[in-house]
């Protein structure tokens, strides 16, 4: 009786288990040959000057030395269900888990070592990867988030390293934090210069989650209605801006009423000549109001302010600085 040919097939030495001959095949080594399992040692410092200071670990410093770093990705079997016809078991899948952030976002969970995976769960299998493949595959999977030692106490567990920071991690790009980003400042100037009732803003880290704190100063005066419109107007333009759309992974908006009018002296925005724009900022019936004026040059604009100053008493800044003196010269 003739044998089936098995060349190439599971149990023969000439391939592999899927079938695939040997032949012409190039295999790589492997990258992490003789790993230990241990922290790679771009991350200890990182983590340890978190130990140190008792404080949350620095993500932008975290973000510099995971390019190039080992990192373990767990890998779980789940149930493939059973054979309808014969009702067998059809065996296991092998899948990488998923975290759910309190938003409702999808996140990948990686470790730092074996002993914190199997520490998280001992059934896992440790998979190690690159830190930037890791990035990759989260972003390819739908995934916005990347959590570092989840179920680690203390500052250096349950790093979350937001969506921007991922992507760039992903993209091989150095990573700033939004409150930083020069980019994102400007849009949010852009977006606050925008709305009546705003004379100033401001970014900084965010407080209780959120990743960025957008800090606007608005007129005194305004009544709750207009304070709401300030910060929806803001929020709005905020929303439509793609840089901080791209940038910012979250973000919150703080309103702070100044003490009285303000008059605020900068250059004019448009227009072929450079002029300068001198505005009062007010409150009027619960509202805002931005009474706007110009001079061909800055000590024009400062004489103009002087002359408000005298008439409304209102504070004047210039740009985002107060000016205790002011020249009070007639034009």
Known sequence: MDLPNTSGRHGDAHGDSAGTPWAGRTLTNNPFAG??????????????????????????????ALPGARLFVPVTAV??????????????????????????????????????????????????????????????????LLVLDPGVRGPTGS??????????????????????????????????????????????????????????????????????????????????DAVVSRRVDSLELFAQQLPGAVVTVGRASGGVMHRWEVVLHHAQDGGAVRTPTSAATRSGALRVAARLRRSTGAQVLDGTRALEAVPDRRS
């Open 159 to 240: 790093v979350v390293v937001p969506r921007p920071a991922l992507w760039a991690l992903a993209q091989g790009e150095p990573w700033t934090p939004s409150w930083r980003d020069p980019s994102v400042a400007a849009g949010v100037r852009a977006a606050a210069e925008t709305v009546t009732g705003v004379v100033r803003s401001s970014c900084e880290p965010g407080r209780g989650g959120a990743e960025l704190r957008v800090v606007l100063d608005v007129v005194a005066g305004l009544d709750a209605a207009g304070l709401a419109d300030v910060t929806t107007g803001v929020a709005r333009l905020l929303g439509e």
């Open 79 to 144: 149930s493939a269900g059973t054979d309808e016809a014969t009702g067998g078991d059809l065996g296991a899948d092998m899948a990488i888990p998923t975290l759910r952030s309190p938003d409702g976002r999808d996140a990948l969970p990686v470790f730092t070592s074996v002993a914190a995976l199997t520490a998280w769960s001992a059934k896992a299998r440790p998979v190690p990867v690159e830190a930037r493949r890791a990035a990759v595959s989260a972003v390819q999977e739908g995934q916005q």
């Open 35 to 64: 790993d230990d399992g241990g922290l790679a040692p771009a991350l200890a410092a990182v983590l340890d000057a978190a130990r140190a200071s008792g404080e949350p670990v620095d993500v932008e410093a975290l973000l510099a």
